[in-house]
């Protein structure tokens, strides 16, 4: 019974999905720490963006810190902002593909608009009136029609 679960299309879909959002993941995190946050902070001064914190408490060894390891390693209480960053782009940017894919998916499932249906009914160029498309007499006023 597990099997037969299992070996259902969507949760063999879902089960795809997820190992491929993980690993799409992993590659947006390397693009934003390793390609694009470098030349980000280059421009801002050579600033890392990994190694942007504050400190709230000192830990074992007095600061000030070199580095954000260096302050995890000396056991301080920080806020890595920069860290925070980065995974806000990270975020951003999957999100962004998420939504570009879902648009494409629902561009390509998208059922064209029905083509309106021919008209049943005319109006009497002398009552008014609506008649049928075919009538040659309209049966309101008795008028012959034109066809």
């Not at 709230?56 to 954000?68: A, D, I, N, Q, V």
């Not at 960053?85 to 962004?96: E, M």
């Not at 009552?127 to 008028?143: E, F, L, M, N």
Request: aromatic share 8%; charged share 15%; proline share 8%.
């Amino acid at each position: 019974m597990l099997k037969e679960f299992a070996m259902r299309g969507n949760v063999l879909d879902m089960a795809i999905g997820i190992i491929i959002g993980a690993a799409f993941g992993r590659i947006v995190t390397s693009f934003v720490n390793d390609i694009l946050m470098p030349p980000i902070g280059l421009l801002m001064g050579k600033v890392d963006f990994a190694n942007m914190y504050m400190t709230l408490t000192e830990g074992k060894t007095p600061g000030p810190y070199p580095s954000l390891a260096d302050a995890k390693a000396a056991g301080a209480v920080t806020i890595s902002y920069g860290l925070f960053i980065n995974v806000i782009l990270d975020f951003i940017i999957v999100a962004f593909v998420i939504f570009l894919l879902i648009r494409q998916v629902n561009r390509m499932t998208a059922k064209p608009a029905p083509a309106p249906a021919a008209p049943t009914a005319k109006d009497c160029p002398y009552c008014v009136s609506a008649i049928p498309i075919k009538a040659t007499r309209c049966p309101h006023c008795t008028s012959e029609l034109k066809a």
